[in-house]
């Protein structure tokens, strides 16, 4: 049986990418990075099998059947990862199985369901190309085959590396320079926590395909965000990270954030993807900055919040901090759910109110309505994607998706 | 007895003024461009009177005596006037009263509450500058008494003149060329009505004078604004109002509002004025051009939003729309107050549930609670300052301001 599983991480970018150069092939106007979020925690689950009875490609995502449009992104994942297994593979050894002849089934689970708001575009892609590739014993490299997951979803590409990870936008028509690289594993600074503060929304947003090509079309401030402000950042974050140091991690992260959004903002009709809750989210944040940054607290930042396409926000902080941290937001927005705390942080009691630094000004903001921010998900930074067992299969013997509860 | 009063209008800015190359002399880093609103709605009305019994120079704002800092705005206008009057009358005319050697009390009045949330330093300035030439009988045109307003607060400088006015950044030091100037008159255009959204915020927003200079110097977006947006849209906005294209005038209006709050965005820390209500007011004015904008409906916008430093909308419609948009906005925004028609657009039954165009999507908005929107004022374009008589003034006879009820 040619069967494979793997499993992909989450990413979440301090650069934002916003913007395409060419559409089909998923070429973006700038350059980006982000922090593989760790798979323990948050992952898609991909198992590919190739099989000489089966009558068409077929894909489920947590159970239902897509439909897999000719063109389509989908489809052209499907078809590039055949491309190489018969180029890298069977052209190269004769007596390998003809694999990218047959058709294939594949069946995709996230651990995390759709309402928690986080894109799993990312993680799916990066499962389903990591899982063709291992089904298809390619030799390619992460970098080869992120060119073929940003084909799928552009910041898909970031998800096929662990760590810290940049997608270089390139400049090639063909997209062959456009490719994620590793600027450094989760082993080199394994200090980087991550919560992400899930945020009620009763408003439907523009989706980012769609969003990010008006901006294209109607920001005046996109052109020069694009040309000058992302590469010097690229090249200043890659340093703060490859040095370890957090406060300029965090200084260009949020800006950065600002950044996406302001030419949101800048787009006609404008878009808005940050509500009031997570406006009151940065608040809280930057007046716990304020205070870090006084001589007397070291003069460092000690959380960075990030929001892409949606009103969540993801605060980066190191090991250190979070539990400060994770009590400082329970205070400003009550949970409903108990905190699952995979770290142990917190005893018996839970969370419980927390405690503010000197000096810090809780007027920032007010302690809003219970579910206002309505989970908090602890995660640092993890590895790439995993080849896993047959154990953890998500196809049946019968080729189609197993029954699972999310 | 040396006495003047004059009223001053409102002015709300199309082309936003943020950021100053010389905070002293209030010199700003780009152009501007404001519609002057109808002082029979709002208004500042101030009294100045000059007289050898007066000790010092003193000013009351609502009848609330106001410190006359020395080397403060205040201080620096009334200065600067005294000047001019010794330069243009006392040493022209040796006959002339010295009223320049005088000590002057100032009274002034908004006749809209603080509340409202509208700037009235603009309104304000301009009837303290104008109140102080009609005293001084200074033979200077507006545009030379708004080199002084400029002085007491950089947006006042537009409200020395009626209908749409631009404020020349200039490039002196000196600051002689950054003054206002009249694009045309409001006879040019009477068509434009104002629906001023007066917005609920339990927060207290940063100041313009702070923000606006953390804005020059954390915002990457800023300079390309200055550089390069602003100069075009001055030039397009205005041949727009010389030729009455509300449509063209509604686009650049809009954009460069939210192009504004993108640059206060992309401050760090950020700086947000608009919450969750102002944005919803977007959606459903976006939503109403966006129907007008088919090719059926003729194609053309029918209103424009722009926000100052503040949540509150402006919204400017040409008068045969603005009845259907004050329906619009009480539909969403439900309102406590009863609505003052001063145009007498509504019957007995008042506003009424209002009606949608065909196509209108409803859902791009939810019904607010009553007083999301606390109020709503209708205007529209007006006149520049108004000399008014000794029956209008706001000064006693013991040189004291009256007591008025706002």
Same mark, same amino acid.
């Given at each position: 049986?040619?069967?494979?599983?793997?499993?992909?991480?989450?990413?979440?970018?301090?650069?934002?990418?916003?913007?395409?150069?060419?559409?089909?092939?998923?070429?973006?106007?700038?350059?980006?990075?982000?922090?593989?979020?760790?798979?323990?925690?948050?992952?898609?689950?991909?198992?590919?099998?190739?099989?000489?009875?089966?009558?068409?490609?077929?894909?489920?995502?947590?159970?239902?059947?897509?439909?897999?449009?000719?063109?389509?992104?989908?489809?052209?994942?499907?078809?590039?990862?055949?491309?190489?297994?018969?180029?890298?593979?069977?052209?190269?050894?004769?007596?390998?199985?003809?694999?990218?002849?047959?058709?294939?089934?594949?069946?995709?689970?996230? =651990?995390?369901?759709? %309402?928690?708001? *986080?894109?799993? #575009?990312?993680?799916? @892609?990066?499962?389903?190309?990591? /899982?063709? &590739?291992?089904?298809?014993?390619?030799?390619?490299?992460?970098?080869?085959?992120?060119?073929?997951?940003?084909?799928?979803?552009?910041?898909?590409?970031?998800?096929?590396?662990?760590?810290?990870?940049?997608?270089?936008?390139?400049?090639?028509?063909?997209?062959?320079?456009?490719?994620?690289?590793?600027?450094?594993?989760?082993?080199?600074?394994?200090?980087?926590?991550?919560?992400?503060?899930?945020?009620?929304?009763?408003?439907?947003?523009?989706?980012?395909?769609?969003?990010?090509?008006?901006?294209?079309?109607?920001?005046?401030?996109?052109?020069?965000?694009?040309?000058?402000?992302?590469?010097?950042?690229?090249?200043?974050?890659?340093?703060?990270?490859?040095?370890?140091?957090?406060?300029?991690?965090?200084?260009?992260?949020?800006?950065?954030? =600002?950044?996406?959004? %302001?030419?949101? *903002?800048?787009? #006609?009709?404008?878009? @808005?993807?940050?509500?009031?809750? /997570?406006? &009151?989210?940065?608040?809280?944040?930057?007046?716990?900055?304020?205070?870090?940054?006084?001589?007397?607290?070291?003069?460092?930042?000690?959380?960075?919040?990030?929001?892409?396409?949606?009103?969540?926000?993801?605060?980066?902080?190191?090991?250190?901090?979070?539990?400060?941290?994770?009590?400082?937001?329970?205070?400003?927005?009550?949970?409903?759910?108990?905190?699952?705390?995979?770290?142990?942080?917190?005893?018996?009691?839970?969370?419980?109110?927390?405690?503010?630094?000197?000096?810090?000004?809780?007027?920032?903001?007010?302690?809003?309505?219970?579910?206002?921010?309505?989970?908090?998900?602890?995660?640092?930074?993890?590895?790439?994607?995993?080849?896993?067992?047959?154990?953890?299969?998500?196809?049946?013997?019968?080729?189609?998706?197993?029954?699972?509860?999310?």
């Amino acid at each position: 049986m040619f069967i494979a599983t793997t499993s992909a991480p989450v990413n979440i970018a301090c650069i934002k990418y916003w913007g395409k150069r060419d559409t089909k092939l998923i070429l973006p106007t700038n350059s980006s990075l982000s922090v593989t979020l760790d798979q323990d925690h948050l992952r898609s689950t991909t198992t590919s099998r190739a099989d000489a009875s089966f009558t068409k490609d077929r894909l489920w995502l947590n159970g239902v059947e897509e439909d897999i449009k000719p063109g389509g992104r989908m489809a052209t994942c499907i078809a590039e990862m055949k491309r190489l297994r018969k180029e890298l593979v069977e052209n190269v050894d004769t007596s390998a199985p003809t694999l990218s002849t047959l058709f294939v089934h594949i069946a995709s689970y996230n =651990n995390f369901p759709t %309402a928690a708001g *986080l894109a799993s #575009s990312a993680s799916g @892609f990066a499962a389903l190309t990591a /899982s063709l &590739a291992a089904l298809y014993a390619l030799p390619s490299p992460p970098t080869e085959l992120s060119l073929i997951a940003r084909q799928g979803s552009g910041s898909a590409c970031r998800s096929l590396m662990g760590g810290f990870v940049a997608w270089n936008a390139g400049t090639l028509d063909s997209g062959v320079d456009s490719h994620a690289v590793q600027i450094a594993a989760e082993t080199h600074w394994p200090d980087i926590h991550a919560l992400i503060c899930v945020v009620s929304d009763t408003k439907k947003g523009t989706s980012s395909t769609s969003g990010m090509q008006r901006t294209v079309e109607t920001s005046p401030l996109l052109q020069h965000r694009i040309k000058h402000v992302v590469p010097q950042r690229m090249k200043t974050i890659s340093e703060a990270i490859l040095a370890k140091d957090f406060d300029r991690f965090a200084e260009i992260t949020m800006a950065d954030s =600002n950044q996406f959004h %302001a030419v949101c *903002l800048d787009t #006609s009709p404008p878009i @808005f993807y940050m509500n009031d809750v /997570s406006r &009151a989210i940065i608040a809280v944040i930057e007046e716990y900055n304020r205070v870090a940054l006084l001589p007397e607290n070291g003069g460092k930042r000690k959380a960075a919040y990030t929001y892409d396409a949606g009103p969540n926000a993801v605060i980066y902080a190191p090991a250190a901090h979070i539990k400060e941290i994770i009590s400082l937001i329970a205070h400003f927005f009550p949970q409903q759910e108990t905190f699952k705390d995979p770290f142990g942080l917190f005893g018996p009691n839970g969370i419980g109110t927390g405690s503010f630094a000197a000096g810090f000004n809780v007027n920032v903001a007010k302690t809003w309505e219970t579910g206002a921010v309505k989970s908090l998900i602890h995660t640092k930074v993890g590895d790439g994607p995993r080849v896993l067992g047959q154990a953890d299969s998500v196809l049946g013997q019968d080729g189609l998706p197993k029954s699972l509860q999310l």
